[in-house]
């Protein structure tokens, strides 16, 4: 009998050793929804995705730490954010590093700048060069003046308006992306590069509309505009001024970055632009949450399960056709030839002004 119930108690507490371990250490444990149910290997809630993760109470030394909850590896692991940047959202956004908590399988924590990053998965920067969710880089030059759905799904449309400079002797237009229209449920928020003949990196050139509403963002305190009607959308300084990250729950989240062209860019490059206009534009990369796999736009489609790239590989600058297939009446209009969204009643369409 006592060698029976030591048995027990010795099973007992590998058990909960074992448990205690796997909240601590990540060592495994069943895959869980977010109804805490098992899910039998179906695709959750929670799913592998690098934000999966509920935060916990920070160290005595202020480094934040977070459980993680998306499917794979990293389920059920406690990251802890490192010494050199123990928040996510430091306060000082120029001087530090912001922790950046992945618990997809790189199940890691790093430092870094919170701020587009051009090459990267999602990213639509330059004149304008694109990075697909296959990670394939294309051009796609749209025109001057012109308006194409950059993604066009069931519960999401990305606008974006071109603006540019057709130089004497060229046959196309140098384009760049000066401001973009998101689109969901009944809300349209515009965010927007304002024309500046001058640059100057202390003053902002951020112009931000919800629903046609100019938008404040704070540049103190936690530097951030929220407002949660049918779902929560975020806007937070990531900079002083020309930087944010957008965030809106259950689709998106975007980090959006203004910059001019700069006389050596001007001159490397051979735009010739015209003087009194530093061509402020947008540099912008997306993360997307519960994309169709019917989703269409320019960079859109790159993230369809079946999606084959046309592009040719090899080049210096890889074109990406389409300008009939995607092009809208303006920035506010879900209308092109292969858009799947569709406005519900009572949308607002007013927004940031294009030039």
Known sequence: MDTRISSVLVAFM??????????????????????????NGKKG???????????LTPLPSGQERAFCQARGACNMKTLVCPSQCPKRKPRQNRKRKGCFIDCSSKCEVTCKWRKPNCNGYGSLCYDPRFVGGDG???????????????VSDDNLQINAHFIGTRPQGRTR??????????????HTLGIAADRVS???????????????????VPTDGEAEWRINDEREVVLERTDDTNSVRVTVSGLLEMDVKIRPIGAEENRTHNYQLPAGD??????????????S?????????TYRPDYVSPVKRGVPMPMMGGEDKY??????????????????????????SQY
């Open 14 to 39: 590998l058990a909960f050793i074992s448990m205690e371990a796997s909240f601590v250490q990540g060592q495994g444990g069943a895959n869980l929804d977010s109804h805490n149910n098992k899910n």
């Open 45 to 55: 809630a929670f799913d592998a995705a690098s934000t999966h993760y509920s935060l």
């Open 136 to 150: 394939v880089m294309f051009y796609f030059h749209g025109a001057k003046g012109g308006n194409f759905a950059i």
């Open 173 to 186: 237009d140098f384009t760049w992306v000066q401001a973009l229209a998101v689109m969901f449920d009944t």
């Open 198 to 216: 001058h640059w100057d990196d202390n003053v902002d050139a951020l112009t931000v509309r919800w629903d046609g509403q100019t938008v404040d």
């Open 278 to 291: 530093a061509f402020a534009h947008l540099e912008t990369q997306f993360r997307f949450s519960n994309l």
């Open 293 to 301: 796999k019917l989703v269409e736009g320019v960079l859109g489609k």
């Open 327 to 352: 092009q809208t009446p303006s920035l506010y209009s879900p209308l092109c030839n292969f858009c799947r969204f569709q406005r519900q009643p009572g949308s607002a369409i007013e927004g940031v």
